[in-house]
């Protein structure tokens, strides 16, 4: 089973918050993780607005790192969606019909992409806006993204 991860889902492997633990374990069970280029970027923005807002263990700076570096060393691991002009556009067509925010939007279409090669996978997200559509588009996306 491949698990594709949005953001929300993701930052759970390396911060410790509600459901953090229930995707640790499906991670565990995958045969891969899944996620699209631009959950690069935006797993980085999360890290570093968690230490700006002081919300990580003391030094902040250092955990910052840390959380840095083990996430560019899995992320090498990570079968990733480029966000191509063509998934782009897929993307902006699921907004309207699914009341999706755009980064979701391209997240959901990222795991279209890979359910359509592999339809073996599971997708992992903490916004039921975003998971109502995931279902609705039948992805396997389970209450509370685990």
């Known amino acids: 089973m491949i698990l594709y991860l949005d953001t929300s889902a993701l930052i759970k ?41 002081g919300l990580l263990p003391i030094q902040p700076v250092n955990r910052h790192q840390e959380l840095a570096a083990a996430f560019n060393l899995a992320w090498k691991d990570f079968i990733v969606v480029d966000a191509s002009s063509r998934l782009i556009e897929q993307a902006a067509r699921l907004v309207v019909p699914h009341a999706l925010r755009g980064f979701d939007a391209v997240h959901l279409a990222s795991a ?17 806006r975003l998971r109502t559509a995931a279902i609705n588009l039948g992805l396997d996306a389970p209450q509370e993204g685990a």
Do not use: N, Q, W
Not at 16 to 34: F, I, M, N, P, Q
Not at 114 to 125: D, Q, S, T
């Open 112 to 128: 279209l992409e890979i359910f359509h090669a592999v339809p073996r996978m599971r997708f992992a997200c903490y916004d039921e």
């Open 13 to 53: 492997l390396f911060i410790d918050e509600a459901h953090s633990r229930e995707v640790r374990d499906l991670a565990k069970s995958a045969k891969g993780l899944a996620c699209s280029s631009l959950g690069f970027v935006e797993t980085h923005a999360a890290f570093a607005r968690l230490a700006r807002e």
